[in-house]
C-alpha cells in the first residue's frame, strides 16, 4: 500500500524585517494581502507554536501563498503549504 504525503505549513525561513528573500525576491518590497485564514505552526528552533495570518502576494505576474508572524522584535518566520 502506498502512503501518501499531505500538505502541511512548513517553514522556509526566517529573516529580518525588510530583508528577506522569498519566492526569489525580497518579500517586503510586495504589497501582502490577508486572506484571512489563520494556521497554526511551530518555531522550527524553539518549539514554541504561533497562530499565523496567511498571505497572497503576486510576484511576476505569478500568486504565491504564505503565512508570517514576528517570532520576536522585526523577527519574521514564514511558513509554506507544501508537501
Known sequence: MK????????H???GTEGNTTI???NIF???WNATGERVAVKDP?????YLFP??????????????????SNCVWG?????Y
Do not use: P
Not at 528552533?45 to 507554536?49: I, P, R, S
Not at 514564514?78 to 507544501?82: G, H, P, S, V
Open 78 to 82: 514564514f511558513y509554506e503549504y507544501k
Open 29 to 31: 518590497d510586495y504589497e
Open 3 to 10: 502512503i501518501y504525503k499531505t500538505k502541511t505549513w512548513q
Open 45 to 49: 528552533l524553539y518549539g514554541q507554536d
Open 23 to 25: 519566492f526569489g525576491v
Open 12 to 14: 522556509i525561513t526566517t
Open 54 to 71: 496567511v498571505y497572497k502576494v503576486i510576484i511576476n505576474n505569478i500568486e504565491y501563498e504564505f503565512a508570517c508572524g514576528e517570532f
